[in-house]
């Protein structure tokens, strides 16, 4: 068990807390407020202890000078002073006097959120590269140290795995509860089906390893499914394939053949658009010059038919083609069959969790990961670099 922020005497002291601010920008405004939402438990808590507060967060990736505007945190502090309803301090320097005062000036309770990690990286990926230098620095603006970023643990950056290794440190509550969906994945209650789609089963490789002995079905949909089928010598048209994973799918076949389910039919078309003419067809039917960009109303049914006993579900990636409207039939569906009859539903990676939320089911699911490569990482088994350096309790 790692340290929590729970296990810190906080009151009077410097908390450095990693968070994960990086949200989605449209023209300098914040479309997508959910992750900064996320971390107001640890902020507040850290708050009500008397700590002060100093956050740290990357957002975005700078690489040229005109990145720096385009991703500067003072959208960020002022929004989360909104949601506080209160004074956030914003310290435009990643280091130097400025910085170093608004520290020093912090009284309990009070908060200042810190320019851009990834300011740093103009000049030599000092913060992506976890140069020692930085992290020494960074780390001596506070006393302890609390991780509460998840969707970047699997990085070795010096925000996170570098002020870790210097100063005591922690987890936040976020991080926390990411920990404790994610792990009981790896006890889970049985049936455990894990529904698997996206685009490529090369992205998939070490999930699918490291669960497929775990789970009692594998479902697959989305572009992955039609290596699958291609691996069986069933014709897929023009659907994605990746012939290099032929043999990694042939042998999963025939070493699991009673866990993995695929589908059975297609909503197919010539075209990747909504007003394309589209049909839905056993897999056999599929033309040549047709892909199929979701899996079709029969392969729904026998999934939901299979799911029905289910006790845990892991999901990742969608069956379809989510951001087309007319194919997001299956992974809607398959949704709404799960989240409506109390069974333990936990989704994990990007394209799942931005297509479960907006068609209105993130009330509805167990919990969704706020991981996209960490979650995956994590599932593969893999030690997360900003994880495993937190002290243990
Ligand atoms: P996640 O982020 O949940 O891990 P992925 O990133 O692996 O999911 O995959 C998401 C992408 O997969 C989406 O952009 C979606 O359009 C694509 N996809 C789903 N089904 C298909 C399909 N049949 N053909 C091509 N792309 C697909
Ligand atoms: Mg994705």
Known sequence: MKKTIKNFELKGKRVII?????????????????????????????????????????????????????????????????????????????RGKELEDAVQNLKEGEILLVQNTRYEDLDGKKESSNDQELASYWAKLGEIFINDAFATAHRSHASNV???????????LLMEKELTFLSSLQNPEHPFYVILGGSKVSDKIGVIQNLISKVDGLFIGGGMAFTFLKAKNISVGSSLVEDDFLPFCQNLLATYPEKILLPVDVHASCQMTQEGESRIIPIADIKDEEAAYDIGSQSISLYKEKLRDAATIFWNGPLGVYEIPKYQTATKELLDFITSQGKKVILGGGDIASAAVNLGYEEKVTYISTGGGATLEYLEGKELPAIQVIQDQ
């Not at 449209?26 to 971390?39: A, E, M």
């Not at 850290?46 to 990357?58: C, D, F, R, T, V």
């Not at 570098?162 to 936040?172: D, E, N």
């Open 162 to 172: 570098g002020i870790a290794s210097i100063l005591p440190s922690g987890i936040g």
């Open 18 to 94: 990693r968070v994960d601010f990086n949200v989605p920008l449209q023209d300098g405004v914040i479309t997508d407020d959910s992750r900064i939402v996320k971390s107001l438990p640890t902020i507040r808590y850290a708050q009500e202890q008397g700590a002060k507060i100093i956050l740290l967060s990357h957002l975005g990736r700078i690489k040229k000078e005109e990145d720096l505007a385009k991703y500067s945190l003072q959208e960020v502090a002022s929004h989360l002073a909104n949601l506080l309803n209160q004074t956030v301090y914003f310290s435009n320097q990643t």
